[in-house]
């Protein structure tokens, strides 16, 4: 089995901290590397988690103010010196698209690796390749600000004492699985029967942001959800002034949600002890936990 795992490059918002990197955030899932808003110092942070900067496929910016993008033209150089030979696929918001091509081509170096860009203008599915589904959600953060969610295609599983019971095996498994049914003495064993669809996990990230619906869309039924959590409740009317979220509004919205897993990121650089985040979280959803630079999160299979 691939590596399934959330790993949090940095943690901080604008000012990063003598213990919190700006923000990034590697997700590695079914042999794809999945890198969300890579702030400045993220090349770096690949060292120190011990993660080869190649491990890298997809690269997703939601806004173009600099914690969230600093990183992005080193990460691209990083990969060209590392001779990655996959495609680099880019996801950032259309507007931004001169800020993408500055950081992008910010310093003198040859270009080998391949970029594909996907500038976003339109809610909904960006991409679709039978495997993983991307998404994306506008956010209200006073610029252009994409929410985004990776969901992998659901799976039939078979209840395997059932295909015992009937006898369903080898040719007939074969038959079952192409066709939809099997006969068995003189039975027909319709599909269903002896099996169930598994819908596919889902990983969603919702950055800089007042509570509005494109989040609560992005959230819906998440296996782990990624949120920004910038202030703390007391902070709160700092927080709509400057369209973030406060840890309780994060947490309200995982709840409303149904999602299994909230991860809590983004901290305003006023705070040193994270452990009120994670309490003031839990008493809304329990299943919260703070992210911290440098470590990883199991992303295992909901069922």
């Given at each position: 089995m691939s590596v399934r795992d959330l790993t949090i490059l940095g943690s901080s918002s604008q000012q990063p901290t003598r213990m919190r990197n700006h923000g990034a955030y590697l997700l590695r899932w079914n042999g794809e590397g999945f890198l969300?808003?890579?702030?400045?110092?993220?090349?770096?942070?690949?060292?120190?988690?011990?993660?080869?900067?190649?491990?890298v496929t997809r690269i997703f910016i939601s806004h173009f103010h600099g914690d969230h993008c600093l990183g992005f033209g080193s990460m691209l150089m990083r990969l060209n010196l590392d001779?990655?030979?996959?495609?680099?696929?880019?996801?950032?918001?259309?507007?931004?698209?001169?800020?993408?091509?500055?950081?992008?081509?910010?310093?003198?170096?040859?270009?080998?690796?391949?970029?594909?860009?996907?500038?976003?203008?339109?809610?909904?599915?960006?991409h679709d390749d039978g495997?993983?589904?991307?998404?994306?959600?506008?956010?209200?953060?006073?610029?252009?600000?994409?929410a985004y969610r990776v969901q992998e295609k659901?799976?039939?599983k078979y209840y395997r004492e059932k295909l015992v019971e009937l006898g369903i095996k080898g040719e007939a498994m074969r038959t079952l699985r192409e066709t939809g049914s099997v006969k068995i003495d003189g039975k027909v064993i319709e599909q269903d029967e002896v099996s169930y669809i598994r819908q596919g996990d889902s990983f969603a990230y919702i950055s800089d942001t007042k509570v509005c619906a494109g989040a609560k869309k992005i959230a819906e039924g998440a296996t782990?959800?990624?949120?920004?959590?910038?202030?703390?409740?007391?902070?709160?009317?700092?927080?709509?002034?400057?369209?973030?979220?406060?840890?309780?509004?994060?947490?309200?919205?995982?709840?409303?949600a149904g999602v299994l897993m909230l991860i809590l990121t983004h901290f305003?650089?006023?705070?040193?002890?994270?452990?009120?985040?994670?309490?003031?979280?839990?008493?809304?959803?329990?299943?919260s936990f703070v992210a911290k630079d440098l470590i990883k999160f199991p992303f295992k299979k909901s069922f």
């Open positions: 969300f808003d890579p702030g400045e110092g993220t090349q770096r942070q690949f060292i120190h988690a011990g993660i080869a900067p190649p491990t001779g990655a030979s996959h495609e680099i696929h880019c996801y950032y918001p259309k507007s931004g698209k001169k800020y993408f091509d500055r950081l992008r081509y910010s310093t003198i170096y040859h270009e080998k690796i391949t970029v594909v860009e996907h500038p976003i203008d339109q809610a909904g599915v960006v495997e993983f589904c991307i998404s994306a959600e506008f956010l209200d953060h006073g610029v252009d600000n994409l659901d799976e039939r782990m959800l990624l949120s920004e959590s910038t202030y703390l409740d007391e902070a709160k009317v700092m927080a709509e002034k400057h369209r973030h979220l406060t840890c309780k509004q994060a947490a309200q919205i995982a709840k409303d305003s650089a006023r705070y040193l002890d994270l452990s009120l985040f994670e309490q003031e979280a839990r008493a809304i959803f329990p299943n």
